[in-house]
């Protein structure tokens, strides 16, 4: 039996829109990344005091989320998207990454609010390989939060 301290694995886990439809195949990521939150520090030289500095802490800024997968035809998703790169129509969305257990039940989630566009990008095209055309989507977002424990 899996303890709650058991090193999940991170290759099972689910992406969910909030705007779109019930995840289908068109919302299957081979991969996620840039959940990230970072605080700079200002540096303040306390006076007269050449030793010494007071550091004072920034907002906290956030990564950009990049999502991975096989290219796929036309969908909710592609339409967001392509609303935003091609027709400069913004709509944040926010989302829901899910990284499961070994059951298939949810264990640690991060809730991704208002993301929006930046890049997207595929994979070359090959006649010589037989390798899937893999794109790129690269979301700016406000904040992340993760959502632990789940019940599994």
Known sequence: MASSSDPLPGFYFSVEFAAFPTPDRDMCFQEVSGLEARVDYEEIKAGGQNTEALFVPKPVGFGTL??????????????????????FRFVPVDLLVCLKNQKGNPAVAWY????????????????TKSDLVIETLDMKYRYFRRLTPLLS
């Not at 566009?117 to 070359?124: A, D, L, R, V």
């Open 66 to 87: 990049s999502l991975k997968r096989s290219l796929t035809t036309s969908s909710a998703f592609v339409t967001w998207v392509e609303a935003a790169l091609s027709m």
């Open 112 to 127: 991704v609010a208002g993301c929006l566009p930046t890049s997207w990008n595929s994979t070359g095209i090959d006649a």
